[in-house]
């Protein structure tokens, strides 16, 4: 079965303009994320998907492989169904350009799920803390017994009501796997009604009853979505150089 790890890279975005082309650390947010994911070696191939000039023009700069994007998409796994036309792989995985700490064995682990019969979408989550979960930029999720996703949300899910002290709160991490043909098929279905209201596209499938195997990880990425992630990510670099 090839792999392939395709990374969607929008330049424009509304609570850190231009975030993927930021500074981290001596080269750019994208160029970073490009280079963890590659550093994995978990993935035959690894692409980035993007609308930009300035994006492709970094990612070219290292010697990686571009999809140019000439289409108006509203997600991420919208902008690389595009690239399908290029990328020859049975398995996708979807790495957000906005994460640039990539970790091998979580994204080993997320595709050794797919031995599972039946499996068609896989997808990361940790522990978090309940003060955390009450960030609504923190993607929270509730699984079944088979750790599926029941559903996805930017409030806190579970309720603890009973201010249960055990409970534990699942933080979602944007890095998705799929067969070849469940992206194709799901990025061809319209919005749901859900996925308008909490704006996560994992949601159009959860309302078509898609499962979704939820993998736990211990590694704690930084999504870099305000300014204050970006500065977390620079002081994570400098603490590890």
């Not at 994911?37 to 998907?49: G, N, Q, S, Y």
């Not at 979408?121 to 803390?129: D, H, P, Q, T």
Request: aromatic letters at 8%; hydrophobic letters at 35%; glycine letters at 4%.
């Amino acid at each position: 079965m090839k792999t392939a790890v395709l990374i969607p890279a929008r330049y424009s975005s509304t609570r850190l303009p231009a975030k993927l082309v930021q500074d981290l650390g001596g080269i750019s947010v994208i160029q970073r994320t490009y280079l963890s994911t590659l550093a994995t070696e978990v993935c035959d191939e690894v692409w980035v998907v993007t609308d930009h000039e300035q994006i492709r023009d970094q990612i070219l700069e290292l010697g990686g492989k571009v999809y140019f994007s000439f289409k108006k998409h509203e997600s991420g796994s919208d902008r690389i169904a595009e690239a399908l036309e290029v990328v020859d792989a049975d398995l996708l995985l979807n790495v957000q350009g906005d994460e640039p700490f990539q970790d091998g064995e979580s994204l080993k682990n997320l595709v050794n799920a797919f031995e599972r019969p039946k499996v068609k979408m896989a997808s990361l989550m940790c522990r978090i803390s309940e003060d955390e979960s009450y960030n609504p930029n923190t993607v929270k999720v509730v699984v079944d017994e088979e750790s599926n996703a029941i559903y996805f949300s930017r409030s806190p899910i579970p309720f603890n009501r009973e201010k249960k002290e055990d409970l534990i709160y699942w933080k979602h991490i944007g890095v998705y796997a799929y067969t070849r043909e469940l992206l194709q098929e799901f990025t061809s279905w319209p919005k749901g009604q859900l996925e308008q209201i909490e704006m996560l596209e994992q949601l159009r499938l959860v309302e078509r009853g898609v499962k979704i195997k939820m993998v736990e990880t211990n590694h704690q990425s930084i999504s870099i979505d305000t300014q204050e992630d970006l500065n977390r990510a620079r002081n994570f670099i400098k603490s590890i150089f």
